[in-house]
């Protein structure tokens, strides 16, 4: 078991969900302050542990770590270590949740690690709300080629430690084999996804989101956590017909957030995707539609770094007028529909299918 830590900004109450919970009686919004207070504890302890073991490499290392540990405790809403508590509730209502919050610290290490890779490829500057790694490192090291390539170590420092904390989970040895694979799957089809957007050529966007998103954020939490439940193969088919729809409509509302998202909440600078020239569906389907003086407006924002905020508004505009949001959102309802029928039918065990059923809410009627 991993050592829970006490005290600190990490410990999180119910952050995120206050509002929600308030207005929707969530299952799944009344379990993440539990989720967010017992992963976080587990966390801090772990990177602390880590970061007192770097002290006697010198400050550089010391600075290198530290850069991990303050963004994997910079207020993550810890969405995957709760679906990873959907897919075990999903086999088992009534053992203790000791293991699956354990599971959660590899599966926010492994979030971590995705994060400080794909803001650096993306140069991003802000991340919840405060500097992306890369660019922390760079002012501390006063040198940009020094802060990205230390960015790089920290995400594979990340992923390192990721793997070390799945590997201290107390179960069978048969078990730990299919946890192992699952955590495999999750990073390789990831990786996957990240290259067809690196490469900007898939004709199906959809295709890139289910592996780059809907693979460690839904599929594979779930997939975790039911795993360590002793979940059968039908049991997991089943899950996987839910996770997909819901993973792909996830990101579809993170592309509206991207664009149309208020920075005090989300944590992101208004307008990002534009400015940065992202290959979201949602620009993807504006560059398609939109015509004459408005294509001409989308162009001139898209993927400009100099985009005043006149500029970004009127490209925003766009989106709108054009019928790309529209579209997105129709989308996400279909989506989300499909994984609500997939939920009806799949096996599972009442307490898990009615926090899958508020998870669902919870990651596609997003405004953060």
């Not at 729809?245 to 208004?270: E, H, M, N, R, Y």
Request: hydrophobic share 40%; with cysteine.
């Amino acid at each position: 078991m991993l050592k829970k830590k006490k005290g600190g900004s990490a410990a999180g109450g119910g952050r995120g969900s206050t509002g929600a919970k308030r207005i929707h009686p969530n299952p799944f919004f009344l379990l993440l302050p539990t989720v967010q207070r017992e992963v976080e504890a587990r966390l801090l302890g772990f990177l602390d542990e880590h970061a007192e073991a770097s002290r006697p490499l010198g400050k550089e290392v010391t600075a290198m770590v530290s850069a991990v540990r303050d963004l994997s405790l910079r207020g993550g809403k810890r969405l995957r270590p709760a679906l990873a508590v959907a897919g075990f509730r999903s086999v088992n209502e009534t053992q203790d949740l000791e293991t699956v919050f354990d599971a959660g610290v590899a599966l926010e290490l492994l979030q971590t690690y995705f994060l400080i890779h794909d803001d650096w490829m993306d140069q991003d500057e802000v991340r919840r709300g405060g500097p992306t790694v890369h660019t922390h490192l760079a002012k501390r090291f006063r040198s940009e080629q020094k802060g990205e390539h230390s960015a790089i170590l920290a995400g594979d420092y990340a992923v390192a430690m990721a793997t070390g904390a799945l590997s201290r989970l107390e179960v069978a040895p048969r078990r730990a084999q299919a946890l192992v694979r699952c955590f495999a799957e999750m990073q390789l089809d990831a990786v996957l996804g990240q290259q067809i957007d690196l490469m900007g050529n898939s004709k199906d966007v959809e295709t890139m989101y289910a592996l780059k998103t809907g693979s460690y954020t839904v599929r594979g939490p779930l997939r975790l956590g039911a795993t360590l439940a002793g979940a059968s193969t039908k049991l997991l088919v089943g899950l996987d017909r839910y996770a997909m729809p819901a993973g792909i409509a996830f990101q579809l509302c993170d592309d509206l957030i991207g664009v149309f998202g208020d920075p005090a909440t989300t944590g992101k600078s208004q307008g990002g995707d534009i400015r940065a020239g992202k290959r979201t569906a949602l620009l993807v389907l504006g560059l398609k539609r939109a015509k004459g003086a408005s294509l001409n407006a989308l162009k001139t924002a898209y993927g400009n770094d100099a985009a005043t905020e006149r500029q970004l508004e009127r490209a925003t505009d766009v989106l709108e007028t054009c019928g790309a949001a529209r579209i997105v959102r129709a989308r996400i309802d279909e989506l989300r529909a499909r994984a609500s029928d997939a939920l009806e039918r799949a096996p599972l065990r009442p307490a898990g299918r009615e926090l899958l059923e508020g998870a669902l809410r919870a990651l596609t009627q997003r405004t953060q």
